[in-house]
């Protein structure tokens, strides 16, 4: 009998140890902060950017802040708008530094942050980021001479959608240029913004930057390398006829290899631009990690570094 109880009281305890020990798992030190791609938003009529990434994050300890910038413009203009959220976070929390976390265009605009203060950042991670610019978007730029009508109207357009964005996300007030965020997304326009701010770019395409840049931040990336991912999400159609504007592994809308910043994690998840923020809701690849573990995953490795 008393061995019995003893074998129920270890149980008891290992389940304990086992419950604490996930409560703490994704626990950094410093606060996460999310940062949304062109055409996003923080969250619109309750649906997360970050479909329900933010939620699961939280609930097992970590400060989980997700940003409202611009739907639509350049990647310093939104940097900028970062910034002023970083610090109101560090003012809010105490904490001395942030965990920046972008997708996308996201990718730039907190690469910026961490170049002008890279005293208040701790690391950039970039999600499915448009490092090395996109051919997509290269195609958009060609067809829309600068100056002219078609780039007006479609400018026009972008902010339109940019703006009813910002609206249904709580965010009308901020400033929107559909040109401008094109502008930085082409090849050209990326090159520009990285000889600007190169910290964690490899010093080829397709290589790996520093984990530990000149600066002192830690740079770290992930994305998906495959454009159709499942037959009943609606977007996949759309990135993959996108994909063939590619001559290499994609996910749609960004190629492998631009993705590419600081220490890559892994480049080609069987996962498409919208996967790689858990959209649309939830769905993925069958036999692929959910994209919610990679995000719990880098948590608890920035938590293991003490980040």
Not at 133 to 138: E, I, L, S, Y
Request: include cysteine; aromatic fraction near 10%; proline fraction near 4%.
């Amino acid at each position: 009998m008393n061995k019995l109880w003893a074998n129920i009281l270890l149980i008891c305890c290992l389940v304990v140890c086992a419950s604490a020990q996930a409560s703490t798992y994704t626990k950094t030190k410093y606060p996460i902060v999310l940062v949304h791609g062109v055409f996003g938003f923080d969250d619109a009529l309750g649906i997360d950017y970050f479909y329900r990434i933010p939620f699961s994050l939280s609930r097992s300890g970590a400060k989980v802040y997700v940003a409202a910038v611009s739907a639509a413009n350049s990647s310093e203009v939104r940097g900028e708008q970062l910034l002023l959220e970083v610090q109101q976070i560090l003012a809010l929390t105490g904490a001395e530094k942030v965990n920046l976390l972008g997708h996308s265009q996201g990718a730039q605009t907190v690469r910026y942050v961490a170049s002008v203060r890279p005293d208040l950042i701790a690391s950039v991670t970039s999600v499915g980021g448009v490092n090395w610019g996109t051919p997509v978007a290269d195609i958009v730029r060609n067809v829309l001479p600068q100056g002219s009508v078609p780039e007006s109207i479609i400018n026009s357009v972008g902010n339109g959608l940019a703006s009813i964005l910002g609206w249904f996300s709580g965010n009308a007030g901020l400033p929107q240029d559909s040109v401008a965020a094109l502008e930085v997304l082409t090849t050209q326009g990326s090159l520009a913004f990285n000889a600007e701010y190169p910290e964690g770019i490899p010093d080829t395409y397709c290589g790996s930057g520093d984990l530990v840049a000149s600066n002192g931040v830690e740079y770290f990336s992930w994305s998906g390398g495959r454009p159709f991912t499942n037959a009943f999400d609606l977007l996949d159609a759309p990135l993959l006829a996108t994909s063939f504007a590619f001559n290499e592994a994609n996910d749609g809308l960004v190629s492998s290899c631009s993705s590419h910043l600081g220490y890559v994690i892994k480049n080609n998840y069987r996962m498409n631009h919208i996967d790689e923020i858990n959209h649309i809701f939830g769905i993925h690849h069958l036999f692929e990690t959910d994209p919610i573990t990679l995000y719990r995953r880098h948590a608890n490795r920035l938590k293991n570094r003490g980040l």
